[in-house]
DNA sequence: CGGGGTCTTGAGCTCTATCAATACTGGTGG
DNA sequence: CCACCAGTATTGATAGAGCTCAAGACCCCG
């Protein structure tokens, strides 16, 4: 890999979505971050925890979930490389749902009061900051919506759209090709579908000529005709300079 | 009505679910608020707006609308006596979704530059703010969760239990009876569900003896068994002195 | 060369949507 | 006060999307 820290990873982030001036990449720079590694299928954070840490995606995929008492799973989002999933944490005393690695993964975990006086004294930080749970919370919104509104293939399309956009928007993949060992079950809880039926959406859209899958790489053979089998626009995800 | 004031409104929200003190209730007694009715249906805000007010809500209820491109309509959250809904937008620059009255309803405007200087000046109450778009992070996880992996029973009834403990929290309703003309057709939009589905799930609801209906006044008789039906715990609204 | 996890396939069934008709309800004007 | 109307609620019947169950194929890894 190249060779950016983690710091790097958590401004390039930052810069996708606000303005950072050097000054305040200079003090995000200062921010002590553990990194740690961890397999799929890893809690991170659990529903009822009340951190002190929150953490920043270095490589891997994030999923928040949640659970029904009928133990069901959902995944109410994806979490990708810059992404602090649970800086929701910062301002809520428990937390309301689990950050489990969805493939294996490295986070990067920096301390809440560190955090806290950090957005006291730069107050574009916290802006940044508070931006960034302003667009999870946007995602959120748009899955409600998937989840709700569209049909199975739509959905499908829907969400693998925001997948390749999201890590080509902070330069993990070029092209339109990503690789990303997520199991189909895991796709499932992501979109209310049983893991048969997400099978058979993906085979739907390879058949279409929209997709075209080698082992854990997923490759968007047609990007336009994708969006538009997922009826997808940047819009929710609030990029500064929304390409594509 | 009692003589309550906008400001008396939000104060009172925001102290459900944060501390404020006197320095900070003073100010946020100086808010400018304009105040303006609206009856049920109506675009507060729409997609794709630049909005430079955010309201509050003062009476009636408000949602969180998306539509897909198959004009299917999906509220993705229900905005209640209090709340800000489009508190996002203050550091989002495009909104993403649609904020409507789905009852009649009275709301109070309040400027984004102003909102702005006061956080800038009051970082506890900048807290509060962000603190408050949290908690809707976290309502719309709940959501995804209700509409990807409930059945529409629990889902129904999970609607409710969130509905009433809401009023109930910002003082709206007392016991569990609350007077909602929402329509079928919204819950249904709220839910993912078809009108008719939705027509028969409060029918089961009702024939078990959880609820009852008179006109537009809904009454949880079984409070505690409506929220063992809907699978309803409030964690997830975060609410400073969790009653109930 | 296993073996556990994942993917794929088939068949039957359930939940929920759709369509269509009928009742109700509150508000309106005569 | 009543007749009317639009919107809403209710009901029945049918269709379809997606689930469940179960079995077999594949694939990576030790």
Same mark, same amino acid.
């Given at each position: 890999? *190249?060779?950016?820290?983690? *710091? ?21 720079? *200062? ?9 799929? /299928? ?11 840490? *929150? ?22 989002? #994806? #979490? ?8 929701? @944490? ?7 749902? /689990? ?15 560190? +955090? ?12 940044? #900051? ?12 748009? &899955? ?13 399309? %829907?969400?693998?759209?925001? +997948? ?6 902070? @330069? ?19 979109? @209310? ?8 959406? +993906? ?19 047609? &990007?336009?005709?994708?969006? %538009? ?16």
């Amino acid at each position: 890999m *190249s060779p950016s820290s983690s *710091s790097d990873i958590l401004i390039r982030k930052l810069q996708t979505i606000s303005d950072i001036r050097e000054a305040e990449i200079a003090v995000l720079k *200062s921010i002590p971050i553990q990194e740690k590694d961890f397999s799929a /299928n890893h809690d991170l954070v659990r529903e009822g925890d009340h951190p002190v840490y *929150s953490f920043v995606v270095l490589d891997g995929l994030i999923g928040s979930t949640k659970y029904t008492s009928e133990g069901k799973r959902q995944i109410t989002s #994806f #979490f990708v490389g810059g992404d602090i999933p649970d800086l929701h @944490g910062l301002h809520l005393s428990v937390m309301d749902c /689990n950050f489990s690695t969805l493939t294996p993964a490295r986070v990067g975990f920096m301390r809440h009061d560190v +955090l806290r006086s950090i957005c006291d004294q730069h107050p574009r930080i916290a802006t940044a #900051f508070w931006r960034s749970t302003l667009i999870d919370a946007a995602m959120y919104r748009e &899955w409600v919506t998937n989840v709700g509104r569209r049909e199975a293939y739509t959905r499908m399309a %829907h969400i693998l759209c925001e +997948l390749i956009f999201r890590l080509r928007a902070v @330069g993990r993949i070029q092209d339109h090709i990503a690789d990303i060992p997520i199991t189909q079950a895991a796709l499932g809880d992501a979109l @209310g579908l049983s893991t048969v039926h997400v099978n058979r959406m +993906l085979q739907e859209l390879r058949r279409e000529g929209l997709i075209a899958t080698t082992g854990s790489r997923m490759h968007a053979i047609d &990007w336009p005709g994708l969006t %538009h089998a997922g009826d997808f626009d940047t819009t929710y995800l609030h990029q500064k300079n929304p390409a594509d």
